[in-house]
């Protein structure tokens, strides 16, 4: 399925709010809410539309701290990646594990309270882990959420 340019429309109207109705994304599209729901419900069924998330106030929850961390793995074929990355999702402060290409072997994003937090998350978590060579952190200093691409 490509989606036209009705579906784009409606795709940046949930993205710039997930919550929002059939009714109210049709209106946001000059759509009647049995058109937007039809073509929302073919969105979802093409695996364009693939859910709605939830976005966390991390610092409400008293995580103020968030880094970024580049993990070059000490010897590949070693460790395997699947037990590698298993790991690292039983980790709670891991949010977001990403295999890459290039300097690293993964760039994760690891949430704490503070910096001593994340220093014992890193300390007794991450660097015991089997297979792990270099690490280098990145602290997030601000974060703009843009748009995307449609």
Known sequence: MTPDATDLALLRALSADAELSAGAAGRACALSQPAAWRRIR????????????????????????TVFLGVKLAAKGRVSLDDFERVLGAIPEVQTVEHVLGVYDYRLRVVARDLADFERVLRRRILSLPGIGTVEA???LSEERLPGPL
């Open 138 to 140: 990145n602290v997030l």
């Open 42 to 65: 073919r969105l979802q069924e093409a695996g364009i539309l693939a859910g709605r998330r939830v976005d966390l106030d991390l610092d409400a929850l008293g995580f103020g701290v």
